[in-house]
């Protein structure tokens, strides 16, 4: 019996997108996870197999763009016996609003997942006005 807590395979999914690519290969889409506080906007990106010298990372009229490449893993000497994780590349886009403010945004990757911080631009952050008598 299966408990529905378990941690559950989930296979990498391509990129179902229109655009026609100009290089080979297959690209997959990164699964993210995004929270917000009233200060900021984080996502998670999981792309493992890619290092962060391979993360490209484009912010061009409010689209964020995140690619990344998977390299394969064996040497020039060595010839494949069985292989599950598969190579590629993954790519992703987000639009952004004028909520955040696009000149602090902070990218980290850490353990496969690329961390991207969107900080909220002042205008954005919900402050509290004090009430005063008289």
Not at 10 to 35: H, L
Not at 49 to 57: A, Y
């Amino acid at each position: 019996m299966t408990d529905s807590n378990e941690l559950q395979v989930k296979d990498k999914q391509e990129v179902a997108s229109p655009a026609e690519q100009t290089r080979p290969g297959v690209v997959f889409t990164p699964d993210v996870d995004i929270f917000e506080d009233e200060r900021q906007i984080t996502l998670l990106a999981d792309m493992p197999g890619v290092g962060p010298d391979d993360i490209t990372i484009d912010l061009n009229d409010n689209v964020l763009s995140i690619s990344g490449e998977v390299k394969p893993f064996e040497g020039g000497e060595e010839s494949d016996v069985l292989i599950e994780f598969e190579i590629g590349r993954y790519f992703r886009q987000f639009t952004l609003s004028e909520v955040i403010d696009q000149a602090k945004i902070e990218a980290r990757h850490e353990n496969g997942v690329l961390r991207l911080n969107l900080p909220k631009a002042e205008k954005a952050i919900p402050r509290q006005i004090t009430v005063t008598a008289g």
